[in-house]
């Protein structure tokens, strides 16, 4: 199956959540693919942090979208909207996409331009499933922002908004900057089990 991370908007912490879904799947026992397709190539900075430190597993890394019908095992894309012609190949080759959205006005509208994005590409094709999931969320449990989103997803129509949330957590960036999903920095905080929830609820217990 081939995953497309990806939004409008920059800043949406996609490549975080790309790592960690990866490392979470491969825990699971899936032979996992990162295709990085982003400039900035971070999920291929933080693989090289992984193998200079001999960290296993080792996370597979590539810059190339597979030939059709010769993808194998998961393939999780990252991409950078600067970068719109890779964008729109992602998009065409996909079964789903995942749209990480903070809790802002400005990111729902974004998410809403993808969406348009996501439609003229795929043409008559069959739309791929299209997910989306707050992230980088207010930590009080009450949010305004957290609920207004979600209930901003929910008006889309298109797209099926996630209950389960990643929270601005300082263990995200720690652990990335180490070369560390959470759930190899910290396997029992609150950050590997955000992780955990919304990796079920995007590819299933």
Not at 21 to 44: F, H, N, S, Y
Not at 89 to 94: F, K, L, Q, T, W
Not at 102 to 112: E, G, H, K, M, R
Not at 127 to 144: E, L, Q
Request: proline residues 5%.
């Amino acid at each position: 199956m081939l995953t497309l991370y990806a939004n409008f908007k920059g800043g949406t912490g996609k490549s975080t959540v790309v790592f960690n879904m990866a490392m979470w799947r491969i825990a699971q026992g899936e032979k996992v693919t990162v295709c990085d397709l982003d400039p900035q190539r971070t999920v291929t900075d933080v693989a090289a942090i992984r193998e200079e430190d001999g960290i296993e597993p080792s996370l597979n890394v590539v810059h190339k979208l597979p030939e059709k019908g010769k993808a194998r095992g998961d393939w999780l894309i990252d991409v950078g909207t600067s970068d719109m012609g890779a964008v729109g190949d992602a998009i065409r080759a996909c079964s789903q996409v995942v749209i990480p959205v903070t809790p802002s006005q400005a990111d729902i509208w974004a998410t809403q331009r993808f969406l348009e994005i996501i439609k003229k590409e795929r043409g008559k094709a069959r739309m791929p499933t299209v997910r989306a999931f707050i992230n980088r969320a207010d930590p009080h449990p009450r949010s305004r922002e957290n609920a207004e989103t979600f209930e901003a997803l929910e008006m889309l129509g298109t797209i099926k908004p996630l209950e389960a949330k990643l929270v601005q957590r300082l263990a995200f960036r720690r652990s990335f900057s180490e070369g560390l999903a959470v759930n190899e920095l910290e396997p029992s905080g609150k950050a590997a089990f955000e992780v955990n929830e919304l990796a079920n609820e995007i590819y299933g217990a």
